[in-house]
Every structure is written in structure tokens, then in C-alpha cells.
């Protein structure tokens, strides 16, 4: 089995992704501190002092750099080279000046946009349970839908040190590991899952807790953006023909983003107000630790992206009993958290 793309190793890629990203951080961290760009603590936020938050650049950088070197470059590849750039340049705007929400929506949409008219990278047909299903003229809007979900997802859960480059790193390692499996090293899917992977775990180093950078908007949108990608251009494939594995390799964001809105909806409030019930300050009120907390997160996501391997290896029985186990710890996170229904906790007199 080859385990080289266009005459590259697959290792020296990830290898030097992650070199590039690693040199890469702690020039961003420099500019984030001259830009301005700093995460200010407050009641909703975990971090006590002030936090650079342009390390999701170092990212981008070094995806863009090493994809020069190692890719060829196509429609498809120049709509999400554009595309990137319109996620990154919103990125930017918003962690040096914060963006109110709609006007980063709008940075999605066009990012979006770019994709489906100008990559034509469209949701147009997948097989589900071995059942085919062709969206037809709603293809452009379920695929801009997808790539806005992923976005906000990744965004959303990246509240501790770690956990949003952390998920979006396993999300990539599963990817090259199902690649290897399926021998389909080739695709344009495994060549950006490969380069994400290093970038990603390169400025991982500096984000794992104790943190000395954050991603930012830049990072999380950017690695959401990517995922959605990815995701994408494996539905095209007739490997990666059904919903099932990107999602459930995605199990955790996507189940907290879900939990968020309907908890909000249920509150009265409005789906994007920012709150402190997600899953992960779930864990640090029963008393664990950020870095303990960001583990057991990673744990859990390396168990479904485990689910995920199984279902493409047809060992489905494997594959259901661990999804049985982990849909029963997910129900009951509903039933003893906060993280959709709000108990009330009674004082002892």
C-alpha cells in the first residue's frame, strides 16, 4: 500500500505542516499582542489574563504554504483557497474588533458561496443506511447550510485551552486513517486532511493547557470552514458516501451546538446569546480540571472517530455496541447537567 500523494510521503506532509505552524505561532503571538488582538477575560470566560488570539492565522499559513508545495492547484482548490481567505479576513476583523454576529454570518455565507457557484463543491446526492437520496434543486442551500454548521460548531466549542484544535485534530487524523484503510490516499480530501493535521497539531502545542495563545474567530472559523470541506469532497467518493462518518467523528460539536440552541430557545432567548452551559463547562463544574477536561473530551471524540473506523471497515456490530455506550453517557450528561435543562440545585439547611 503507497503511502505517498504526488510523490510525497504522507508523513513528510504532516511532518512539515506541523514544522511550518510550530515556527509559525509565535510570530502570530507577536502580532496579536502589536495588532491588539487579545482575548479579554470576563464572567464568561475562563482565562484569567489577557490571551493573543491570532494563532488561527499561523494555521491558515501554514495550510496555504505547504499546500503550494504538495497539491496541484484546480477550480475546486482556488474556490477554497478564496473561500478561505474571505473566513480568514473576517477572522481577522473580528478578533482585533469584535464583529456582531450577523456580519460574520455574512462572511460564512459568502465563503459559502464561492464554494458551491465557483468550486462547485455541492451536497448533491448520498447514500444513507444504503438508501440514495438526490437533493435536486436544494443541493446550493444544504450545502450551505452544512459548511455554516461546521463553521459555527467548531466555533462554539472552543472554549478551553486545546479543545477546538484538539477536536478538529482528531476530526483530520480519522480522515488519513479511514484514507489509508480504504487506499484512497490520492483525493484532494486527504491531501488537505494531511496538511490540516500538522498545522493544526503544530499550534496545538502552544494552545494545550496551560495555553499561550488562543486560535481566535480566525481559527475556529477556519478549521469549522475546513471540516465542511472535507466533509464535502468525501460525499463525492463512494467510500465516504454517507452522512455517517463525518458526522459521527463530529459527535461532540455537533451535540453541543444542537444542546446550545434548544437550550436557549427553551430559556426564551435568542440562539446566539453566549452562555457557560456547553459540555465542557459541564466537566469543570463537577470539579475537573481545564486539562482534565479537555482529555476526557478528547476521549470521547476518539471514541466515536473509533465508531466512525468500524462503519467504514462494515464491522457494524462493533460499531453499534460502542454507539449504544456512548449515546447512553450522552443521555445521561442531559439528565445530570445543566447542558439542556436547567436543574435547580437545593441548598441543605
Do not use: W
Amino acid at each position: 500500500m503507497s503511502l505517498e500523494v504526488n510523490g510525497h510521503s504522507v508523513v513528510m506532509m504532516a511532518l512539515i505542516s506541523f514544522i511550518v505552524s510550530l515556527i509559525l505561532v509565535p510570530i502570530c503571538k507577536k502580532v496579536a499582542i502589536h495588532v491588539g488582538a487579545m482575548d479579554i477575560p470576563n464572567k464568561r470566560k475562563v482565562h484569567k489574563v489577557p490571551m493573543p488570539r491570532l494563532g488561527g492565522l499561523a494555521i491558515y499559513l501554514s495550510f496555504l504554504i505547504c499546500y503550494m508545495f504538495f497539491g496541484q492547484m484546480t477550480n475546486q482548490m482556488l474556490s477554497i483557497v478564496i473561500a478561505s481567505f474571505v473566513i480568514i479576513l473576517f477572522g481577522l476583523i473580528d478578533d482585533i474588533n469584535p464583529l456582531k454576529a450577523r456580519y460574520k454570518l455574512i462572511g460564512q455565507l459568502i465563503a459559502g458561496l464561492i464554494i458551491v457557484y465557483y468550486g462547485n463543491i455541492v451536497l448533491q446526492d448520498v447514500y444513507i443506511f444504503n438508501y440514495y437520496i438526490n437533493f435536486g434543486a436544494l443541493a446550493p442551500y444544504l450545502t450551505l447550510f452544512f459548511i455554516v454548521a461546521c463553521i459555527n460548531a467548531i466555533n462554539l466549542i472552543d472554549g478551553l485551552d486545546g479543545l477546538a484544535s484538539g477536536v478538529a485534530s482528531i476530526y483530520f487524523l480519522t480522515i488519513a486513517i479511514i484514507a489509508i484503510i480504504t487506499n484512497r490516499i490520492g483525493g484532494l480530501d486527504i491531501i488537505l486532511s494531511i496538511i490540516m493535521l500538522g498545522s493544526t497539531l503544530g499550534f496545538l502545542i502552544f494552545n494545550f493547557p496551560p495555553a499561550k495563545i488562543f486560535m481566535g474567530d480566525t481559527g475556529s472559523q477556519f478549521l469549522g470552514f475546513m471540516i465542511a470541506i472535507i466533509s464535502l469532497l468525501g460525499f463525492k467518493n463512494v467510500t465516504f458516501n454517507s452522512f455517517v462518518v463525518p458526522i459521527v467523528i463530529l459527535a461532540i460539536p455537533i451535540f453541543d451546538t444542537l444542546f446550545a440552541i434548544l437550550r436557549r430557545l427553551l430559556k426564551g432567548e435568542s440562539i446566539g446569546t453566549p452562555d457557560k452551559e456547553h459540555f465542557h463547562h459541564q466537566l469543570l463544574k463537577m470539579k475537573f480540571s481545564t486539562r482534565k477536561t479537555v482529555l476526557i473530551i478528547y476521549l470521547i471524540n476518539l471514541a466515536f472517530a473509533s465508531v466512525s473506523i468500524f462503519i467504514t471497515l462494515n464491522d457494524n456490530k462493533a460499531a453499534s455496541y460502542m454507539y449504544i455506550v456512548l449515546s447512553i453517557l450522552l443521555l445521561f450528561t442531559v439528565i445530570k447537567t445543566d447542558i439542556l435543562f436547567e436543574h435547580k440545585h437545593k441548598k441543605k439547611d
